[in-house]
């Protein structure tokens, strides 16, 4: 028997909710239990809403979970029929059809795909997800910002050196080099210097064309963007629930305070602010597109001449994004309400004083920041001494949570090592 026929030999156990919850609509399925996806399945388990994960990478930590039940699946951009029937025996299997979220940009390409097919299974917008779909690739964001007047710094989809010579030829340096979707550098060769890199910076032109040959002959289209110089707090995200009829259900703005790696990474630390132009810029751009379900934008302020101006887009529910219920703005709960027909009144951000931190990967930055000299010990506990809530430390999921706080540990241990000239 092969993996995705597994959800019928659980029909009857697929999606257990906790005693003493009370059902209070479909089932949902969350597609990644990356600490993302668990995250939403998290929220909606805690709704009294039965939910399940699907996940083609076996060590994320769903699977180690408390909530849910998640399943292993296909890797729908290498097996794409096997994980279209792996689906909707999933669907069958929990007797009754439940709604669909896709919490990693792999699924969102993969449920856009193959929207028409699954509509008939599931619960979720066809003309959402396929607008999501197309703002995997930033070729497409960067075009759609573009036209819809979103301000964002100069750049190129380019498929050859002579397109990248070109653009050098317009560009203000430093320029990034990125893929157009973060999964295609992560399936390069382990020894290629780029695998796994979400973008790579340049100061001169000869420095980003040897950047770009160490990709072009296996992953040859990229995206070449002026960098947008400054620090990492000067960078926000926009976190944003749309309703299927077009309005929006509720937003709020987070200021990032550290990132990993530095300065191109992931946001570690964030806390919520009030900004009410990237409030109207992101929301005026949403709604011009027609945007429908769970939105994460992040920007820049470039501190050479104070312009506010897009990072990107990820169109689904992402790390950052799990601050947002602590704001006051349920996006997942609040998606789920509008897709089964229940839509809610629009919320606003209303709680402010906290802090939220990817654990494992702030612990893992400080010895960058603390090497470099931009964060003190002192900084650095100060940051943590106010209310602050926890992307993956759950100590009610305790398996996750201690794994967590090890991995954290060591990373902290291994790089303060290395800063101290300890270790190699």
């Not at 990478?57 to 951009?77: A, Q, T």
């Not at 002192?378 to 949570?401: C, H, I, M, Q, V």
Request: with cysteine.
């Amino acid at each position: 028997m092969t993996e995705w026929e597994t959800p019928f030999r659980y029909r009857r156990g697929i999606g257990v909710v906790p005693n003493n919850s009370e059902l209070r609509g479909p089932p949902a399925v969350v597609a990644s239990v990356f600490q993302t996806g668990l995250n939403l399945m998290r929220d909606l388990e805690q709704k009294g809403i039965r939910v399940v994960g699907v996940d083609c990478h076996r060590e994320n930590p769903g699977f180690r979970s408390r909530y849910g039940r998640s399943f292993l699946c296909p890797n729908p951009d290498k097996e794409p029929e096997n994980w279209v029937a792996f689906m909707l025996s999933l669907a069958a299997a929990m007797g009754e059809t439940p709604v669909l979220i896709a919490a990693a940009d792999i699924f969102v390409t993969a449920v856009g795909r193959h929207a028409q097919v699954l509509g008939e299974h599931f619960i979720f917008s066809e003309s959402g997800c396929t607008l999501q779909a197309a703002l995997t690739t930033k070729e497409k964001q960067y075009a759609l910002a573009r036209e819809y007047g979103f301000p964002s710094p100069r750049s190129a989809y380019v498929q050859t050196v002579s397109e990248l010579e070109d653009f050098c030829d317009r560009a203000r340096f430093p320029v990034l080099l990125k893929p157009r979707a973060h999964r295609e550098w992560e399936s390069l060769p382990s020894d290629n210097l780029l695998c796994g890199r979400k973008t790579v910076s340049a100061g001169i032109r000869e420095e980003l064309i040897s950047h770009y040959g160490k990709v072009a002959a296996l992953v040859p289209q990229a995206i070449a963007q002026e960098e947008i110089v400054g620090p990492d707090s000067a960078k926000y995200c926009y976190l944003s629930v749309y309703a299927r009829a077009g309005h929006r259900l509720g937003a709020c703005v987070v200021q990032e305070l550290r990132a990993y790696p530095l300065l191109y990474g992931c946001a570690t630390l964030v806390e919520p602010v009030v900004d009410e132009e990237i409030d109207t810029v992101c929301n005026k751009f949403l709604l011009s597109l027609g945007y429908i379900g769970i939105c994460e934008i992040e920007l820049k302020r470039d501190t050479r001449d104070g312009k506010l101006l897009l990072i990107e887009v990820n169109p689904r529910f992402s790390g950052t994004g799990d601050c947002a219920r602590y704001t006051g703005v349920e996006m997942g709960y609040i998606h789920y309400l509008d897709l089964i027909g229940k839509t809610p009144s629009p919320v606003v951000a209303t709680k402010f004083n906290f802090r939220h931190m990817m654990l494992v990967n702030d612990l893992t930055a400080f010895p960058k920041y603390f090497a470099q000299g931009l964060v003190g010990w002192w900084e650095y506990f100060r940051s943590l001494s106010g209310p602050t809530e926890f992307f993956d430390f759950d100590l009610k999921d305790f398996s996750n949570a201690r794994r967590a706080a090890l991995w954290g540990a060591k990373a902290l241990a291994g790089g303060l090592f290395r800063t101290w000239g300890l270790r190699k």
